[in-house]
T-cell receptor, first 115, second 113 residues
Framework: AQSVTQPDIHITVSEGASLELRCNYSYGATPYLFWYVQSPGQGLQLLLKYFSGDTLVQGIKGFEAEFKRSQSSFNLRKPSVHWSDAAEYFCAVGNSGGSNYKLTFGKGTLLTVNP | NAGVMQNPRHLVRRRGQEARLRCSPMKGHSHVYWYRQLPEEGLKFMVYLQKENIIDESGMPKERFSAEFPKEGPSILRIQQVVRGDSAAYFC???????????FGPGTRLTVT
């Protein structure tokens, strides 16, 4: 069964600093990988996705993520964090074969941004 | 609003009552998914529906929970005889033909007292 681990429950960074959120997955084949952001009281917004091809994926709001098959990782990065980036971030994996609608989510990383 | 809509946003029920959660998919989408988010947990898949069909309900608790997506109107997630452990955020997502590319609604936060 597929699984997702986000090792960091809570991260605090200063505004303007760089950010990296970690995500490790377990899946037998090449997975579909996603990062979602959830602001307080809001639904999940898709930041970026990886299906195949270039392993460096660009998303919205200046985010990017890199798929590293050898490390089973899909870490999210941003070079300079803005106060509005404070939210909870979820990594998710989807099945590239059958049942590809069944997304498996990590427990999330809560990002706090200090002024 | 072209996005996924859910209502109510907050729902309070006493133990033993029924909770009914509604989801209207994004315009043009005919696939609906329900996920549950327990406190400090990630989202867990519950059920996948197309119009008038349940495609996969493998994540639904065996009792008290049911879902439908009628030909007309929103998708409904129904929880009968709610218990405290049902308190959670319930998210609906929708997609077009690319089922893995899901768009989420704002969620319904159910509190059972």
């Amino acid at each position: 069964a597929q699984s997702v681990t986000q090792p960091d429950i809570h991260i605090t960074v200063s505004e303007g600093a760089s950010l990296e959120l970690r995500c490790n997955y377990s899946y037998g084949a090449t997975p579909y990988l996603f990062w979602y952001v959830q602001s307080p009281g809001q639904g999940l917004q898709l930041l970026l996705k990886y299906f195949s091809g270039d392993t460096l994926v660009q998303g919205i709001k200046g985010f990017e993520a890199e798929f590293k098959r050898s490390q089973s990782s899909f870490n999210l990065r941003k070079p300079s964090v803005h106060w509005s980036d404070a939210a909870e971030y979820f990594c998710a994996v989807g099945n590239s074969g059958g049942s590809n609608y069944k997304l498996t989510f990590g427990k999330g990383t809560l990002l706090t941004v200090n002024p | 609003n072209a996005g996924v809509m859910q209502n109510p946003r907050h729902l309070v029920r006493r133990r033993g009552q029924e909770a009914r959660l509604r989801c209207s998919p994004m315009k043009g989408h005919s696939h609906v998914y329900w996920y549950r988010q327990l406190p400090e947990e990630g989202l867990k898949f519950m059920v996948y529906l197309q119009k008038e069909n349940i495609i996969d309900e493998s994540g639904m608790p065996k009792e008290r929970f049911s879902a439908e997506f009628p030909k007309e109107g929103p998708s409904i997630l129904r929880i009968q005889q709610v218990v405290r452990g049902d308190s959670a955020a319930y998210f609906c997502a929708s997609s077009g033909l690319a089922a893995y590319e899901q768009y989420f609604g704002p969620g319904t936060r159910l509190t059972v007292t």
